[in-house]
């Protein structure tokens, strides 16, 4: 699993995930804490890893 503070594009994410799996390691999913929604959902289905947000930005935008 890759961990995420808070993932914009994903961009860094998919770069572990790649480094990751070159080393022969098997990702099951990138968990972040809060998702920005800035297309990190669609890059991650694009790489073929699952993706999960704990939070999204909307949700401290709203408070």
Known sequence: ???EDVTTTG???IQA?????EE???VV???SVV????????SFAAENVPFR?????D?????
């Open 1 to 3: 699993m890759i961990l």
């Open 29 to 31: 999913m990138v968990l």
């Open 11 to 13: 961009g860094s994410a």
């Open 17 to 21: 995930v790649r480094v990751v799996r």
């Open 35 to 42: 998702d920005r929604r800035e297309g990190a959902e669609a």
């Open 53 to 57: 947000a704990l939070f999204t930005a």
């Open 24 to 26: 022969g390691a098997n």
């Open 59 to 63: 949700e401290f935008l709203k408070a």
